[in-house]
């Protein structure tokens, strides 16, 4: 059965198509940084109930909520891009993960209110259209006390900055869209419906997609959103 909401199955498919296949096809050549790896055991662990992640790319975090998952657990993943979303469906009967996996964006989730109790975004919020359109649909989708797990590189200070906003439109277009300059944790952290647990900088990373901050925000429970 679907649970697509009214509004989603209603909106224009062409409004939100991303198609990257040359990204696509090299992606999983691209050695991603030690750091960002290593971290991604740090969004699944101790999974468990009903987890949505956010542009799953080709699968990449897929081992590690194998390796994660500490009870019952439900995993959803949206993907908008054709190529990159055949890729994590590869990845998921190759580490044994059994995944409802949508052809969906973050700013447009089909899912209704309150159906999570995890949403996860690895590396998500650097190539979204609207991140703020897309902040706000986790909190919709998440249940009240639900986590939001999140890790993102962001915009640098200093020298680094200079060169990211050197960088950045020529960094979009090869890089499936991403941007090197936001500000994301400040767009979290400001969400009056959003509770911060904890958040790490780290600044290991390789320039120009650093610094790397982790996190994990909670849904309030305190009726903002009732």
């Given at each position: ?15 939100y198509e991303?198609d990257h ?181 780290l600044d ?23």
């Open positions: 059965m679907s649970d697509l909401t009214p509004e989603s199955a209603t909106r224009s498919a062409d409004e991303v296949p040359l990204f696509a096809a090299c992606y999983d050549f691209l050695p991603e940084p030690e750091a960002l790896e290593a971290e991604r055991g740090y969004l699944a662990r101790d999974l468990s109930g009903r987890a949505l992640e956010l542009g799953c790319g080709t699968g990449d975090m897929f081992p590690f909520v194998v390796d994660g998952t500490a009870g019952d657990l439900e995993y959803h993943a949206i993907e908008p891009d054709p190529n990159m979303r055949k890729r994590a469906a590869e990845a998921a009967r190759e580490a044994g993960l059994a995944v409802d996996l949508r052809d969906a964006r973050a700013e447009s989730l089909p899912y209704p209110d309150d159906s999570f109790d995890v949403v996860l975004a690895g590396v998500v919020f650097c190539t979204v259209q609207d991140p703020d359109a897309a902040l706000e649909e986790v909190v919709r989708v998440l249940k009240p006390g639900g986590e939001f797990r999140f890790l993102e590189h962001v915009g640098a200070d200093g020298w680094r900055g200079s060169g990211q906003r050197l960088l950045d439109p020529v960094w979009k277009r090869v890089a499936g869209g991403c941007h090197l300059t936001r500000d994301t944790v400040t767009r979290f952290v400001d969400h009056e419906a959003l509770a911060v647990e904890e958040i790490d900088r290991d990373g390789v320039f120009p997609a650093t610094p790397i901050v982790r996190g994990t925000l909670r849904r309030r429970q305190d009726g903002v959103l009732e």
